[in-house]
């Protein structure tokens, strides 16, 4: 079946650095647009970046833009969510989605596959 696993969270302070990847296994990694998605608590999960294909086309959440950039390796089935200059909003669980086919969605109920989530928390 498939899986997607997400790794690399943890705890930072407020202008810090952390990678996210996701691994995925049991789909044709290289056919789904992969995106990225935050949960911070009593709040709905949000938007934060997705990938296509090859990774010639990205998108990012206005919040995170200048700051975030993800990127995949279809030869290695991951991928990555570098994070520069976080801030304590960032805190939330991250999630990484799947969705075949070539659409870029933004809303999560369009993707069909989901990691478990990795806790970000940035400290003030």
């Known amino acids: 079946q498939v899986q997607l696993v997400e790794s690399g969270g943890g705890t930072v302070q407020a202008g810090g650095s952390l990678r996210l990847s996701c691994a995925a296994s049991g789909l044709t990694f290289s056919r789904h647009t992969m995106g990225w998605f935050r949960q911070a608590p009593g709040k709905e999960r949000e938007f934060v970046t997705a990938?296509?294909?090859?990774?010639?086309?990205?998108y990012y959440a206005d919040s995170v833009k200048g700051r975030f950039t993800i990127s995949r390796d279809n030869a290695k089935n991951s991928v990555h969510l570098q994070m520069n200059s976080l801030k304590p909003e960032d805190t939330a669980v991250y999630y990484c989605a799947a969705r075949s086919g070539t659409a870029i969605p933004i809303i999560t109920t369009f993707y069909d596959y989901w990691g478990q989530g990795t806790q970000v928390t940035v400290s003030s």
């Open positions: 990938i296509s294909w090859s990774g010639g086309t990205t």
